[in-house]
């Protein structure tokens, strides 16, 4: 295995956040402050309580996956196209890799990004509402595994565009009003049945369900099938990345 | 002696139905620098990216020291550098930071000290904490060598490494071309400027519209194929050829001072004496005389024209 080549990769794409730190790290913090002021403080105020639990405190999972998922997307989509857009990428597919180690590089990067601003979230959540986690071990595995999944699917989204409106174009027109449709700020019993049936075909109702039952043991469907849902999706886009590397989709010609 | 780099049948037909390379056989010798010359689109670029595993061969094989470019791609990738035509860089990073990444891609681990003495061969050391944005357009290429050779290749591929830059950088280029070949370092170069060839290249291969058309030793190629030429000036201008010298097919210029003759040096009798007794019968007057080489331009043009 190509150790210097996952290292170098790893780094200086962590090394791109670094010096973007603002962008990478501040703005999903200050988007998400905004979200806790707006739904948690003023509508929040007027919404008592969601099974049982204060609204503001409810809506902590939801908002997490919200910047999660747009996180992990934009963080890999981006270090894989730019190098594309660039021409660099020359570089990384005449060297001696193969795709699970540019896999481990960028998608690694990308994830971990992604993690450090989901915890860096869940403490600034903490400064305005009293946050308890049922279950540490769920809610980090939840946390893990959405990082790494959808920094995935930014991966492949990042592969697939060959211009900068395709590689906004899934995110803003189809992460984005999956995630608000998804149960970030509200249960699916507040729908009407047939929306609550409708809403059972969004991926995202399950991560969010899930990662909420590891906050307060309170969610839409069962955590084992939430869970399930994570690694269908995880093992779909690992498929996806391997059969894009090995015929060379938009890559190799 | 083993050849570097075979290649065996090599062909490409993209998406697109357009057929690259067609058939293409060549050995690359250890040490050598090889001059790939072809016109745009004659499939120079396409031969390099598939040897560095950029773009994926129709058909055929190539190895490299022994190693098939597929199933043995670390093997082969770990000895090639490259350095592409385009001036692709990224914009903020530094010039030192781009090298260890090269250097790391390719499985080596860090090592300032090589990475150090390279940037001072390449006059790049003081730019090292420069970010690649403010580089000039030469400097720039030089980071793309550097690139290339932060991880020791045997054997490196310059994609047209001196198109765009000027005179005395080019002269720069060769220098370091040659101080490479001196290490030990194999070299493949493409280039439109024959000029480059007929300078730096041991060997030099033509290839058009997908095809290889020769390869050959440069100086075997020129003596075979140059043709000289006979320039003799006169003391008075002639208005026409004198019916006397119609055997050797002179050509006049049109102030009517120099007569040209083509001769082919490799014949036994190259009608030079003849044609020196038959313009003094002629009573012509001569000023001065002057023979040329045909360059290695006119080689390959005649080649790609003709065939």
Known sequence: ?253 | MQPIISISNLSKTYASGHRALKDVSLDIKAGEILALLGPNGAGKTTLISIICGIVNPTSGSVRVSGYDIISDYRKTRSMIGLVPQELTLGAFETVWNTLCFSRGLFGKKPDSAYLEQLLKDLSLWEKKDSELMALSGGMKRRVLIGKALSHQPSVLFLDEPTAGVDVNLRKDMWKIVRHLRETGVTIILTTHYIEEAEEIADRVAVINNGELLLVDNKDTLMHKLGKRQLVIELEKPVTAIPAALSAWKLDLSTDGYFLSYTYDPLKAQTGIAELLQALSKAKLLLRDVNTSQSSLEEIFINLVNTK
């Not at chain 1, 780094?11 to 988007?31: C, D, G, H, N």
């Not at chain 1, 405190?57 to 989509?77: C, D, E, K, R, Y």
């Not at chain 1, 920094?151 to 409106?165: K, P, R, V």
């Open chain 1, 1 to 253: 295995m190509n150790i210097q080549a996952i290292r170098v990769i790893y780094k200086y794409e962590m090394l791109r956040a670094w010096e973007t730190i603002l962008q990478s790290f501040i703005s999903p913090v200050i988007s998400t402050a905004l979200y806790f002021v707006v739904f948690g403080a003023a509508i929040g105020s007027r919404i008592q309580t969601v099974d049982g639990v204060p609204y503001g405190v409810f809506i902590v999972p939801g908002l997490m996956m919200l910047a999660l998922l747009t996180q992990s997307i934009a963080n890999a989509s981006f270090g894989i196209f730019f190098p594309k857009f660039t021409g660099t990428i020359y570089e990384v597919m005449s060297a001696p890799i193969s795709f699970i180690e540019i896999l481990l590089g960028y998608v690694g990067a990308a994830a971990t990004k992604s993690f450090i601003i989901g915890l860096i979230i869940l403490a600034t959540a903490g400064f305005f509402v009293p946050l308890e986690i049922a279950h540490p071990l769920w809610m980090l595995s939840f946390l893990i595994l959405t990082c790494i999944s959808f920094s995935l699917f930014g991966f492949i989204i990042g592969l697939w565009a060959d211009n900068f409106e395709k590689l906004q174009v899934i995110p803003m027109l189809v992460i984005t009003p999956l995630v608000f449709l998804g149960g970030s700020f509200y249960t699916i019993d507040m729908l009407s049945p047939v929306w609550q049936t409708v809403t059972l075909f969004n991926p995202v109702v399950y991560l969010i369900s899930g990662f909420r039952w590891s906050f307060f043991e309170v969610s839409d469907v069962s955590v084992e099938l939430s869970m399930f849902m994570v690694l269908v999706f995880l093992a779909g886009c690992l498929i996806t990345v391997w059969w894009m590397f090995k015929s060379g989709y938009r890559l190799k010609q």
